[in-house]
């Protein structure tokens, strides 16, 4: 039996899917990607698959070997920033339920006849990628930020303070003219890094029992905040000082913003 194989459609349509995953595992996980990386990466999957269909290897699981650890494992090098055995590993099996959790909803369109014609083909594509987004978003994405502890140094002049940080998903605080996200500090480790005198800006919140109120908060010069392997360094960050205590064990001292997860 003869096969007729089409390079450029082979080629044209890893590389499309290989594309959409990879954008789509850098926005749920927030990583940080190489420049040109995600298209070096989905040419490099999509020569690999073309490459694996005109020149199998002679045992299958050596293949399998190759594409499932091997190739995998450069194409995350290649997309994003990984630092370690670990941040690799992540991005790596992020990439994984990615791709089984978006062919199984290709799956679903297939049933209804969309690969019939390229446009519906195109379209199931990209609706499956946005499903699988919301998927990530609903049930992943709020179990992974529950609980999440991280540690933080905030710097103002040349002062310094290190504190340790809870991710409160419940903290949408925004600078309302900045619109920039806004962290809450314990007032007893503000006292000494925060000249509050001056440089004041009130961000108006909300609380259960209390319709609306102001909390008064000073830029930093910088917050470097550590979880998980990774540093994220965000410059001129707002930071809100609460009179109360944020923890009752002292376990934390600062409630960071849910849009700082890593």
């Known amino acids: 039996m003869t096969y007729t194989l089409y390079a450029d459609i082979i080629l044209l349509n890893n590389f499309t899917m290989d594309f959409l995953l990879l954008s789509a595992v ?22 690999y698959a073309l490459a694996v269909m005109l020149v199998p290897l002679p045992v299958y699981f050596l293949q399998t070997l190759a594409t499932c650890v091997g190739m995998s494992t450069l ?8 630092r370690g055995l670990l941040q690799t590993v992540r991005a790596v099996a992020g990439l994984y339920m990615a791709a089984v959790l978006a062919a199984g909803i290709m799956e679903f369109f297939r ?8 446009w519906l083909y195109a379209a199931a594509a990209l609706g499956s990628v946005w499903i699988l ?11 992974t930020r529950a609980g999440k ?6 710097f103002y002049g040349e002062r310094k303070e290190s504190v340790i940080a809870l991710l409160d998903t419940g903290n949408h605080l925004t600078e309302p003219v900045s619109g ?28 259960v029992g209390k319709e609306d109120g102001l909390i008064p908060a000073v830029r930093a010069d910088r917050m470097e ?23 009752r064990d002292d376990s934390y001292h600062m409630l960071l913003n849910e849009k700082f997860w890593m």
């Open 225 to 247: 905040v550590r979880g998980d392997g990774i540093i994220q360094i965000i410059e001129g960050p707002y930071i809100a000082i609460s009179r109360e205590k944020l923890s």
């Open 75 to 82: 194409m995350a090098f290649l997309a994003f920033r990984v």
């Open 111 to 118: 049933s209804f006849g969309w690969f019939s014609v390229f």
């Open 180 to 207: 920039k996200p806004v962290s809450i500090l314990s007032a007893e480790r503000g006292k000494d890094l925060f000249d509050t005198k001056k440089g004041i800006v009130l961000i108006p919140f909300r609380t």
């Open 26 to 47: 850098k926005r749920m996980m927030k990583l940080e990607t190489r420049k040109w990386g995600i298209l070096t990466a989905s040419m490099a999957g999509a020569v």
């Open 133 to 143: 987004s919301v998927l990530w978003r609903t049930v992943f994405d709020g179990m």
């Open 149 to 154: 502890i991280y540690q933080v140094d905030l």
